[in-house]
């Protein structure tokens, strides 16, 4: 999260008000209550109780992590996970529990000239060092090395705590993307397949999207991580502004990138909301509100100090928090899928545009009044006939909409077809998740000749309130390919009750 207006958060600026401090937790308009631990995987209900109806299908924040686990955060710049992860970064930190935070970019924020571009983010990453050192109530003082995993070496820093769980901050150093992935070198870029790789800000060493995810995916098994815990992956546009209609490109595409990883990795990987948090009102206590708000104000003293020599002087930032920030430092929202209702066939993919509303689930839909036309697609779910299927024991797949229809193989793709016993093409298989440490009831749906149905969320709106692109793409892949979410369905399992979230 790049932190000034034309980069994508407010810069507060470095003044001192005679006001002092401003008493976050008597903002009007905010109030602050509690909230029960909710893991959050594809499938899994939202627990929505207390968030206005206006709102994302996001469940409150957590107060403590249910259990200890060796947690991987993974966020786009310097300052993501104090505004949007924390308080649940500081809870596992406090619960005793290994946390190491992978920051993508460097945070550079397009700035120019080069050497300004690098002492700002040199003091982001000071800024960042400070606030964690707050969070675990430690002295601030690091140790830097590097940590090397498949042939690359990636600066960290170490908290010095000799007798505590790991605290470890790893900065990879891509280029900020700025906020629409406007920015020659941004992962949106490398996402879309615009460019083939991206460089380092501080090197000519450069990353494909495959080498992306296999790094990623490398450090989450190599620190152990039993958990990922990244920004909204389910966020599909981006444009300027902090209304909460659109996020940061950096954002939502560093998240896909997390979830690829987790997904290869077999770590389970839990989303929050960025900027799409910004209309919601605040859910969190305030003994966890004055924490966060330190944690930032010790960030922003450092990030946001004009002079070095200050800088190393400066302890807390006292001046006004710009509104956003403030807001931020009241919340933080989970994103979460409800599970499949009976009939659906959901994907693990969500998506969220001005256009598709707020809720991210996605299911399979015959599209078309004419079976004979053939169409199928993804979108909203919305509990219609159209987004009801019957997967029989022979392993066709029956529209309840056209229930003389199945899903069947074309040469186009996929599509709907009379249902014959001998058609090849209408038999699928499920193929179920495996992972030894990520359980999951999803699998994969494959047909003839090893081809599995596939979602490409890659096809993402150029503006928030575009029309075009509305519904990801439906197709055939190689069942084969890299794991990845695109590859993964689920459907309400017989004998369980249906839920009733949604």
């Known amino acids: 999260m790049s932190h000034r207006r034309t980069g994508g958060k407010t810069r507060p600026g470095y003044r001192v008000l005679v006001a002092g401090l401003l008493s976050l937790c008597a903002l009007a308009g905010v109030s602050c209550s509690s909230g029960e631990p909710h893991t959050t995987t594809p499938g899994t209900r939202a627990a929505e109780a207390g968030v206005a109806a206006a709102s994302p299908r996001a469940a409150r924040a957590s107060a403590r992590p249910a259990e200890c686990r060796r947690t991987l955060v993974g966020v786009a710049h310097p300052d993501d996970d104090l505004y949007f992860v924390d308080p649940e970064i500081r809870a596992t930190i406090r619960a005793g529990c290994q946390v190491t935070t992978v920051y993508l970019t460097a945070g550079d924020d397009g700035k120019k000239p080069r050497r300004v571009a690098l002492d700002y983010v040199e003091k982001r990453e000071q800024g960042v060092r400070t606030a964690y050192a707050a969070l675990a109530g430690a002295p601030d003082r690091w140790t830097e090395g590097r940590v090397r995993v498949d042939g690359r070496a990636i600066r960290s820093f170490t908290l010095d705590r000799p007798s505590a769980p790991a605290v470890r901050l790893l900065f990879l150093g891509l280029h900020d993307g ?49 958990r990922i815990l990244t920004l909204d992956h389910d966020n599909a546009s981006f444009a300027y502004g902090l209304t909460g209609r659109v996020d940061h490109s950096d954002h939502g595409i560093g998240a896909r990138y997390f979830r690829r990883a987790g997904y290869v990795a077999g770590i389970p990987v839990t989303a929050y909301l960025g900027y799409t948090m910004s209309p919601l009102r605040g859910n969190l206590p305030a003994a966890q509100v004055a924490p966060k708000e330190t944690a930032a104000r010790r960030y922003i ?85 159209a987004q ?56 994969r749906l494959a047909g003839k000749g090893n081809k ?35 590859l993964y369905w689920s459907g309400h399992e017989p004998g369980r009750p249906e839920p009733d979230g949604g």
């Open 178 to 226: 700025l906020p629409r992935g406007q920015a020659e070198e941004s992962m949106l870029k490398l996402f879309r397949g615009v460019r083939e790789h991206i460089a380092l800000f501080r090197s000519g060493e450069t990353f494909t999207g495959g080498q992306l995810v296999r790094t990623l995916a490398g450090l989450a098994r190599q620190d152990r991580a039993q």
């Open 301 to 385: 003293a450092r990030a946001e100090c004009p002079y070095q020599s200050r800088c190393a002087r400066e302890g807390t930032y006292r001046g006004r928090l710009p509104a956003d920030s403030a807001k931020w430092i009241h919340q933080q929202y989970r994103q979460t899928h409800r599970a499949p209702r009976p009939g659906e066939i959901m994907a693990d993919i969500g998506r969220t545009t001005a256009y598709s509303g707020r809720n991210p689930e996605q299911c399979l839909e015959a599209v078309t009044a004419r079976a004979e036309d053939g169409a199928v697609r993804i979108s909203g779910c919305d509990g219609t006939r």
């Open 452 to 486: 599995c149905l596939y979602q490409d969320d890659r096809p993402l709106p150029e503006r928030w309130e575009a029309r075009t692109e509305q519904h990801p793409r439906l197709g055939l892949t190689g069942c084969d390919e890299q794991i990845q979410p695109g």
């Open 388 to 443: 009801r299927w019957d997967i029989g024991s022979d392993g066709t797949i029956r529209s309840l909409l056209h229930p003389r229809h199945c899903l069947t193989e074309l040469p186009a793709g996929v599509g709907l077809a009379r249902c014959a016993a001998s058609h090849a093409a209408q038999r699928w298989t499920r193929r179920p998740w495996k992972s030894a440490t990520w359980k999951r009831a999803a699998w």
